[in-house]
């Protein structure tokens, strides 16, 4: 089906330490993606954006990087909490076609 | 809360069976995208409509079908249900489509077919 990829699909970290997600992606026509974090039970709550003219964006405690040349997506989450545990889902639009894909998921986990 | 919601939470029924899952966006969104999400699966793609017409459609099948009213509300009506149907599936909403269309999720059906 479509789908945009990801590289892990468990990542385990330290509660303070630095994690990186990274994903894949497919359609170099997809010029918006979108991080969301998934906690068991919920629906996707959305994380930050960046749009295709930019390779870097910064919000609280998190950072997405686009590298466009090899289509490949990363978040970047400082300072890892308990509370980061969750699937994080990349996705892709392509304004064309509005419509909106997800890649697989990595788990993060949160070791005290 | 996302402001999305959607009904019922959780749905229980046979195979062969027809079931209308329901959605209600966030006040002022005129997008309702639907997904589904197997376990331990991504989220699947199945189809967006915007101001009630279909805007984008992924991999619905045949059996399935959906609309957005001129309220704004949308249904999603699966039939001939089969075991594999049995997945959470979410209605995300957003003012509009596109760039910068950030999409609120719902807390998702969850659909077991027995």
């Known amino acids: 089906g479509e789908s945009v990829g990801l590289h892990l699909p468990t990542l385990s970290v330290q509660e303070g330490d630095n994690s990186i997600i990274n994903c894949a992606y497919s359609n170099s026509a997809s010029d918006y993606f979108i991080w969301y974090k998934q906690e068991s039970g919920k629906g996707p709550q959305f994380i930050i954006d960046i749009r295709s003219n930019m390779d870097k964006r910064q919000g609280q405690r998190v950072t997405v990087l686009l590298n466009k040349t090899v289509k490949h997506l990363s978040l970047q989450i400082a300072a890892t909490q308990p509370g980061d545990s969750a699937v994080y889902f990349c996705a892709e639009l392509s304004s064309n076609t509005g419509k909106l894909i997800f890649g697989q998921g990595t788990t993060l986990q949160v070791k005290p | 809360d996302s402001g999305v919601t959607q009904t019922p939470k959780h749905l229980i029924t046979a195979t062969g069976q027809r079931v209308t899952l329901r959605c209600s966006p966030r006040?002022?969104?005129?997008?309702v995208y639907w997904y589904q999400q197997s376990l331990d699966q991504g989220l699947q793609f199945l189809i967006q409509?915007?101001?009630?017409?279909?805007?984008a459609k992924g991999n619905i099948l045949e059996r399935f079908s959906a609309q957005q009213f001129p309220d704004l509300h949308s249904e999603l009506n699966l039939s001939s249900l089969e075991l594999g149907d049995s997945a959470l599936y979410f209605c995300?909403?957003?003012?509009?489509?596109?760039?910068?269309?950030?999409?609120?999720f719902g807390q998702g059906t969850r659909l077991t077919v027995v």
């Open positions: 409509y915007y101001n009630g017409e279909e805007r």
């Open positions: 995300a909403s957003s003012v509009g489509w596109g760039l910068n269309t950030e999409a609120f």
């Open positions: 006040s002022g969104d005129l997008s």
